[in-house]
């Protein structure tokens, strides 16, 4: 169990971004991770989305500005395959906005990448 200063019973309690529930579940924890890395990506949103950077260059953005405000406290995880499939949406849905649309050769029309596509 979780107790405040004053001794009440508490059923949830962040500290230093890192969140602590009373049925030791880390579904919360994840939630602030995937919204702070989605703060983080459109705070640098214009980077990724310049013609002037490579592709190269923004995954290297991913990797060290992004990554680590999803995956900060990450050592003490215990994942299930939900939180797993939660966390690779977040990864597929930010390199797609990087990798932006594909034109298909033969209709010409554009579509959005494949999971498959996606690794980098």
Known sequence: MVYNSSFERVELVKYLRLTVTNQ??????????LQSGNATYHSVQNLLSSSLLSKNIKIEIYRTIILPFVFYGCETWLLTLREVHRLRVCENSVLRRIFGPRRNQVTGEWRKLHNEELNY
Request: no cysteine; hydrophobic share 20%; proline share 0%.
């Open 24 to 33: 030791n579940s880390i579904q919360e924890e994840i939630k602030s991770g």
